[in-house]
């Protein structure tokens, strides 16, 4: 009887999340099809360290933000094309806008400088995240030699997951596919318990190259660390179309793994707020 009373007020709290005009903030979901990115990475002659960043857009008002992650042993000293924030923690935010197709094929260039004190090396590493707007697109940069590391779908991970998938990637050693990579102690748990959003790809115990990932909690579908009534909220606005969610947003939402996100999820998140200690799988039963 008590179960049937906690899967009924269930049922009653997301029809009236439902029912609820409530005032929610909608993502722009916008057709990474539009916009076209490359890069690559060299030096010049005066021993700086050029990324290069190429972005073709189908749309004239189509803007981009980017994320990049790069060597600690680099500083940022200057930029062509973009308008630049802060460089803080060894990251750096830039973003591109097209008042007209003018700026397309003009390739956006951020210059590194080594850092005083530092040791020059032959290979840096770097990890792009490029956002259009308001969906993401992770991109891996790949290092200055040898190694090249491709993402084979966006990098989206559960923190409760035991360890990250090497079929996700693709790595190439001088060209050749190689499997001799790995992810070091790493796991999704212990990158987000650090609120960190790159996993360092190592081969022989050396780092080769960093990537971006997301990783985020079972049913938090607002991605704020806890998943609470407002979460089953969004699920509910999202079914009856009043709200949009990005694709992180929708993976995390997808509690129970049927490929859909639907009332089911919704249901099952708000059994999960009234029963924080019982497992997924128990609350579905």
């Known amino acids: 009887?008590?179960?049937i009373k906690k899967n009924l007020l269930s049922?009653?709290?997301?029809?009236?999340?439902?029912?609820?005009?409530?005032?929610?903030?909608?993502?722009?979901?916008?057709?990474?099809?539009n916009v076209s990115v490359s890069y690559s990475v060299t030096?010049?002659?005066?021993?700086?360290?050029?990324?290069?960043?190429?972005?073709q857009s189908n749309n004239i008002c189509q803007g981009i933000t980017a994320e990049l992650s790069f060597d600690p042993s680099l500083e940022f000293k200057s930029s062509k094309n973009c308008i630049v924030g802060d460089a803080v923690n060894n990251e750096l935010t830039f973003t591109m806008f097209y008042a007209t197709t003018d700026l397309d094929n003009k390739p956006i260039e951020l210059v590194f400088n080594l850092k005083n004190g530092a040791n020059p090396k032959t290979d840096y590493y770097f990890a792009l995240n490029v956002k259009n707007l308001g969906g993401d697109?992770?991109?891996?940069?790949?290092?200055?030699?040898?190694y090249e590391i491709i993402a084979n779908k966006p990098l989206m991970y559960l923190s409760e997951t035991s360890s990250f998938r090497k079929n996700d990637l693709t790595v190439k050693k001088n060209g050749v596919k190689y499997t001799g990579f790995s992810f070091g102690n790493q796991?999704?748990?212990?990158?987000?318990?650090?609120?960190?959003?790159?996993?360092?790809?190592y081969d022989n115990n050396k780092i080769i190259g960093n990537v971006p990932v997301k990783i985020g909690l079972r049913g938090d579908v607002r991605t704020d660390g806890v998943i609470d009534v407002f979460d089953s909220t969004y699920v509910a606005q999202y079914t009856s179309k009043k709200l949009e969610l990005n694709s992180f947003q929708l993976f995390l939402a997808d509690v129970n793994f049927d490929g859909e996100v639907d009332v089911f999820d919704a249901v099952l998140i708000s059994r999960k707020t009234v029963n924080p200690d019982k497992s997924w799988e128990e609350l579905m039963y």
């Open 137 to 146: 697109d992770q991109i891996p940069v790949g290092k200055i030699d040898n």
């Open 11 to 33: 049922a009653i709290l997301v029809l009236t999340l439902l029912m609820t005009n409530l005032s929610l903030p909608v993502n722009a979901l916008a057709s990474n099809d």
């Open 1 to 3: 009887m008590e179960k």
């Open 43 to 55: 030096t010049n002659n005066e021993n700086e360290v050029v990324v290069i960043i190429k972005t």
């Open 187 to 201: 796991t999704p748990s212990s990158l987000y318990n650090k609120k960190k959003t790159i996993i360092e790809i």
